[in-house]
Nanobody
Framework: EVQVMESGGGSVQAGGSLTLSCSVS???????????MSWYRQAPGKERDFVSD???????SYADSVKGRFTISQDIPKMTGSLQMTTLKLEDTAMYYC????????????????????WGQGTLVTVSS
């Protein structure tokens, strides 16, 4: 089973910066994968919303609310990534979740390939005035 883990959350004052990290646990059955990494966030009492995405070709997309302030990146061979957040606002306070989709070479004989999609448990970002 593929596991995803986020880190880097914390408390910061408005206007400050944080960098969140996302990593996929090593798994011999899922190696040399092409990955797409996405970040979502869920504020208290609200639905989970899309924040940013980066595909295996490096194409990125951002929610309008974070454009120009957040930067997503990933290191495909290491299956890690990050979300750099700057000029943080009170409304950025939320639990941030990383999700990774992977397309991987076959592991066992007869397989055409392996795929996974996994979510992390989240990391909390709190922005205060």
């Amino acid at each position: 089973e593929v596991q995803v883990m986020e880190s880097g959350g914390g408390s910061v004052q408005a206007g400050g910066s944080l960098t969140l990290s996302c990593s996929v646990s090593p798994n011999a059955k899922y190696n040399n994968c092409q990955t797409e990494m996405s970040w979502y966030r869920q504020a208290p009492g609200k639905e989970r919303d899309f924040v940013s995405d980066i595909d295996a070709d490096g194409r990125t997309s951002y929610a309008d609310s974070v454009k120009g302030r957040f930067t997503i990146s990933q290191d495909i061979p290491k299956m890690t990534g990050s979300l750099q957040m700057t000029t943080l606002k009170l409304e950025d306070t939320a639990m941030y979740y990383c999700t990774v989709k992977g397309s991987c070479p076959p592991y066992a004989a007869g397989e055409s390939g392996r795929y996974f999609e996994a979510w992390g448990q989240g990391t909390l970002v709190t922005v205060s005035s």
